[in-house]
């Protein structure tokens, strides 16, 4: 990683270049800040320009958090206050996920190691009878063949009783491993199938995204996408559907922008939650991502298939409810694919 020194260095490199190659913004030009966050972040701007450094997003962080030490107790909660719109404690989350999974590693090796000790006990019981075997060769009267047999079932009897408390002891931890793994499941947040968030994220970010809509006042968006009824009927083998559901995943990923958030809504449907993006905005997007799939033909052994998808649009609205958002953006989608030469259909709420 670069010094600071060095970064200084390559901005005054920089500053010697022609003025068509570097057009330096300036700050005083933009217009007035009206809130105490605008204030406090051309504050930043300010500081790291006056710095030399390059006002990177890892920069800005850095002296954000710096300088916001300094401020009054009042401010920084004011600021506090409206960051946690967008912060979801996710190292606190992080932490309690981490505690869980040492809980279920625990649990896990508390299995296998009372595994081992229940093959052991087997193991001893398979020796035991096979020592009563050679034993009872050599008696030779029925009464002292008796005796060996009382002695064998008084054996067998202890060792079935300690295995029959093992085999509940695991059967304990069995279900606690169980249910803690279903936690974990429950708390993530990744789609492993296909690659993307998975719904559970989704529907976090879409609320939260409602919220500060509300406080902020932008425009953001939502996509849904979904093969079309007509793609996915040409091909049968359920195989081959989830390798078209896939290959639609990868394109999403690729045409979204870093901010944008891909998830798997269920059912092989995907949602895009576009930040900062007005309808028309949302409209254009949509317009590429069908252009994009439908130039990516699929094949399949000799068999070439033209991917067809259908897309909901929606802008979202603090006012309007998640679910709600969601049903309009699936219906919009639903009637794009069962209108002919249409890509896309904007969900009116």
């Known amino acids: 990683m670069s010094s600071i ?24 030009s933009l217009s007035d800040p009206t809130s105490d966050l605008e204030i406090f972040s051309k504050e930043v701007l300010n500081a790291l320009i006056s710095d030399n450094l390059p006002p990177t997003p890892s920069n800005f962080a850095l002296y954000f958090d710096r300088i916001l030490e300094d401020k009054s107790e009042s401010l920084r909660r004011q600021i506090g206050a409206i960051l946690e719109l967008e912060e979801g404690n996710q190292d606190e989350k992080s932490v309690e996920l981490e505690k869980t999974l040492k809980q279920g590693f625990s649990s896990i090796k508390s299995l296998l190691q009372l595994s081992a000790t229940l093959y052991k006990n087997i193991a001893l019981m398979e020796k035991i009878l096979d020592k009563r075997k050679d034993e009872i060769k050599s008696i030779p009267s029925l009464s002292g063949a008796n005796e060996l047999l009382s002695s064998l079932g008084n054996d067998v009897g202890k060792l079935s009783g300690i295995l029959k408390k093992q085999v509940t002891h695991m059967k304990s931890i ?33 609320d939260q995204e409602r919220n500060l809509i509300d406080e902020f006042k932008h425009k953001s968006s939502l996509i849904t996408v979904r093969l079309s009824r007509e793609t996915s009927s040409t091909m049968q083998s359920d195989k081959a559907q989830q390798l078209m559901v896939r290959t639609v995943a990868r394109l999403l990923l690729k045409t979204s ?13 995907f949602a895009m939650v576009l930040k900062h993006t007005d309808i028309e905005s949302a409209k254009k997007a949509s317009e590429r991502l069908y252009d994009l799939v439908a130039s990516s033909n699929f094949f399949l052994a000799e068999k070439e298939i033209q991917l067809r998808i259908a897309i909901g649009v929606v802008e979202l609205n603090s006012s309007v409810g998640m679910e709600q958002t969601l049903l309009c953006t699936l219906n919009a989608m639903d009637t794009a694919d ?12």
């Open 174 to 206: 069995y279900d606690e491993t169980a249910t803690i793994v279903k936690q974990v499941e429950n708390e993530t947040i990744f789609d492993d199938q296909y690659g993307v968030y998975n719904k559970r994220y989704l529907l976090t970010k879409l």
């Open 257 to 269: 922008r870093r901010s944008d958030i891909v998830a798997h809504y269920g059912e092989g449907i």
């Open 338 to 349: 069962n209108t002919p030469n249409t890509r896309y259909m904007v969900c009116s709420q």
């Open 5 to 28: 020194s060095d970064l200084k260095h390559s901005q005054r490199q920089a500053s010697k270049k022609p003025m068509e190659e570097s057009m330096p913004v300036n700050i005083s």
